[in-house]
């Protein structure tokens, strides 16, 4: 993959659409790696940092992975591999080698592991990490929250961006 100015992330990514455009965002905790498809995303600006902030429900096996991880990335994929971000979406690491069974590409000799086949890569450095407030939610944000519980934020300074062309 090829490295970009990080300023120009969206030249390739649309930060409007992040709900469609869905990615997988990958960590290692130095023991095990996992990616899990998301949908919630946000880029821009924060603690004076170019930075992206991603949602990870505390249900999921990769939280546990994230909150060991000094640095994650987040993968979008090709259209044609809708396949698997359903199944990254589906399946959980807690039961099955994601990336083993769907014979993903791994690259590992960076800062957090990321798919080599992506489009686009945002590697990213966790500044901090938030655990959302129900309590301050408006009531339709609680319907989010009647059965499982909340997202943990993962703050990310945006260190690298690379791109497939
Ligand atoms: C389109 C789509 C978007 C998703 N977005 C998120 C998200 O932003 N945050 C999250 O915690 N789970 C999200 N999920 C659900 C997880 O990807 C799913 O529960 C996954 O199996 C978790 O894997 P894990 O247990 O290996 O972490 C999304 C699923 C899909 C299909």
């Given at each position: 993959m090829k490295e970009i100015n990080?300023?120009?992330l969206c030249k390739y990514v649309d930060p409007m659409a992040t709900g469609k455009d869905w990615a997988i965002a990958v960590a290692s905790d130095g023991t095990r790696t996992n990616g899990l498809t998301i949908g919630w995303a946000q880029f821009g600006t924060l603690w004076g940092k170019l930075a992206a902030t991603v949602y990870i429900h505390k249900t999921r096996f990769s939280k546990q992975v994230f909150d060991g991880a000094e640095y994650y990335s987040i993968c979008f994929m090709k259209p044609e591999q809708k396949a698997v971000m359903e199944y990254f979406g589906k399946v959980s690491g807690r039961d099955e080698d994601k990336m083993k069974n769907c014979g993903i590409e791994v690259e590992t000799g960076d800062v957090a592991p990321y798919f080599k086949d992506s489009r686009v890569v945002v590697l990213c450095r966790v500044m901090g990490r938030s655990d959302f407030d129900p309590?301050?939610?408006?009531e339709n944000v609680k319907d989010w929250y009647q059965r499982e519980g909340v997202h943990t934020l993962y703050h990310g300074e945006i260190v690298k961006v690379l791109v497939n062309e």
């Open positions: 990080k300023y120009d309590n301050s939610a408006d």
